[in-house]
């Protein structure tokens, strides 16, 4: 952490520790740079999971959550970098080829865009889908009533 | 390594016979993907030069449920992600929160819990075994398979009542105490089971048509396994002994002794092999297990009401597909802010495009099963 803290000084905005588990928040123009660093010299050349969380009164509402793994220290880090609505986010998914279905999945159920990635389109909903089911602002029983109706001939849409 | 791209395949080009590429559609109903899951291939004659997956036929939400539910009420859910391993996918769940919450389930309710979800282990790799061997056209193994996995079943059953969405475990501990005869059962399983095993691998090890169809099919390097993220059986095949089991032990796993069989060639040879020694050494953790169960209270004290504090925690396991996941943020009130699952078979199957190059179509089917995915779990 703080080698992290050393080499990038600013562009490193909070760390801490919560439960034994390290946590970067890192600036968001910045994810590639410090990702190539995380796996290059940190050894951390493993991406668990790539994941975000809606933070809908904050300025800027979106975490774009990387969990890391290093097989040489057995370690586990987590960075995350803010992003705001409409905000895009650089891609990993040429430092960790696993991050191409995981940003897949952020952007359908987020929205939030990567800039670099080879083929961002939705993964798990389908392509003519409207909206953003994991946002805060989604409501549990909210659907894409004009597909459902269109798709699977169910009146209600529901 | 090979890209992943899982480009739209907007260009067809002439291949070296004259003829053009081929597109074929497999699925989503066929009956070697398991479930529901759609694959597209692009054909050079019959060999494989482009793939794409497309799943979420079965996508119910399960990360947007739990925003709306408690976390007791939330706990059933999991069970349905992989519902041949339900057990271990309750595991992760009651520890992630138990580890957020800073309590630790009692030294008895680990040891049992470590005890049904070794056999959830078996009885996984049964279902595995059993369906990728009919997939490749050995139609004998699944009838023995399902006959163990039986047994398994009905030591769950007597112990909570359910099946296969068991809801095993509790937050904070166990519901039920061991049925009298729980360690007896156990017992007698797990000495028969090593010979059946050993009777399996009489029906397939040697076998020329099994070897013919696995050996170098689907191979991933260690290096393509640890870019792509694979892991469980699949990542151990590679050569890269990483069992978190061992990496950062959970449950009871740290009391007992057992290896983490790996091989070499990264094939779908080796990952039988693997699987299939670790249904053994499954076997043995039990069997040391249920040597010494602890006495004393089987729930930490916590109350009905559970309020983690603000804070955020990521919790792994070794299911028997590989790494599950759980990222739980808390912001201090009943039900959870964001559940995130780490799903092993989703993100395994993202190694599916590597795999599959420059095979046969007939390899997709062996492909698949080698990766032992449960589509519920990939859609969740």
């Given amino acids: ?158 | 390594m090979s890209e992943t791209t899982n480009s739209g395949f907007t260009n067809v080009e002439t291949t070296v016979l004259g003829a053009d590429e081929l597109i074929i559609n497999m699925g989503p109903q066929h009956p070697s993907t398991h479930g529901v899951l759609r694959v597209k291939l692009k054909l050079d004659g019959e060999k494989i030069v482009d793939s794409e997956c497309i799943i979420g036929y079965l996508h119910r939400g399960v990360e947007k449920i739990a925003e709306h539910r408690t976390y007791q009420q939330f706990a059933p859910y999991v069970d349905r992600m992989d519902y041949v391993a339900a057990v271990s996918n309750g595991l992760g769940y009651c520890e992630a929160v138990e580890k957020l919450m800073a309590v630790e389930a009692p030294p008895r309710a680990r040891v049992i819990r470590t005890i049904l979800t070794e056999l959830q282990r078996i009885a996984s790799h049964l279902v595995w075994l059993g369906t990728h061997a009919l997939d490749i056209g050995a139609l004998t193994p699944i009838f023995y398979c399902f006959r163990e996995r039986e047994e398994i079943l009905k030591i769950f059953e007597k112990y909570c009542g359910a099946r296969l969405t068991t809801h095993a475990f509790r937050i904070g501990g166990l519901q039920y105490e061991a049925y009298d005869t729980l360690e007896h059962d156990v017992e007698r399983f797990c000495n028969d089971f090593n010979e059946k095993v050993d009777e399996y691998e009489t029906l397939l090890t040697e076998n020329r048509i099994w070897v013919g169809r696995t050996k170098g099919i689907g191979i991933l390097t260690a290096d393509e396994a640890i870019a792509l993220g694979a892991t469980g059986p699949v990542i151990r095949a590679s050569g890269v002994a990483w069992d978190i089991r061992k990496a950062m032990p959970y449950a009871a796993y740290s009391d007992y002794e057992f290896d983490i069989p790996t091989r070499k060639n990264g094939d779908t040879y080796d990952r039988y092999l693997v699987r299939m020694e670790e249904m053994r050494q499954s076997t043995r953790i039990c069997l040391q297990a249920i040597q010494n169960i602890p006495t004393g209270p089987i729930m930490a004290r916590i109350g009905k009401v559970l309020k983690p504090p603000v804070g955020e925690v990521y919790h792994a396991i070794e299911a028997p597909k590989g790494e599950l996941g759980y990222y739980i943020v808390s912001d201090a009130t009943t039900q959870p802010y964001r559940v995130r699952i780490r799903p092993p078979s989703f993100i395994n199957l993202q190694a599916f495009d590597t795999m599959v190059r420059g095979h046969l179509v007939a390899d997709v089917v062996a492909i698949i099963g080698t990766l032992d995915i449960v589509l519920g779990e990939v859609d969740r």
């Avoid at chain 1, 740079?33 to 969380?53: G, K």
């Avoid at chain 1, 933070?55 to 793994?69: A, G």
């Avoid at chain 1, 987590?78 to 986010?89: F, G, S, Y």
């Avoid at chain 1, 987020?110 to 392509?127: A, C, S, T, V, Y």
Wanted: aromatic share 12%; net charge negative.
């Fill in chain 1, 1 to 158: 952490m703080q080698r992290f803290k050393k080499r990038f000084g600013e562009a490193i905005r909070e760390a801490w520790i919560d439960r034994k588990q390290a946590i970067l928040v890192v600036d968001a123009a910045t994810l590639r740079e410090i990702s190539l660093y995380a796996r290059d010299d940190e050894t951390f050349n493993y991406l668990s999971d790539l994941t975000a969380v809606d933070w809908p009164r904050r300025e800027k509402r979106f975490d774009v959550v990387l969990n890391l793994y290093s097989f040489s220290k057995n370690e586990r880090l987590r960075l995350k970098a803010h992003a705001a609505d409409n905000e895009i986010v650089p891609s990993v998914s040429n430092v960790w080829p696993t991050a191409n279905w995981l940003e897949r999945e952020v952007y359908d159920m987020f929205g939030i865009r990567f800039e670099g990635h080879p083929n961002l389109k939705r993964i798990l909903l389908p392509d003519e889908w409207q909206g953003y089911p994991l946002r805060k602002d989604y409501d549990i029983l909210t659907q894409d009533q004009a597909w459902v109706r269109e798709n699977l001939g169910i009146e209600s849409g529901q």
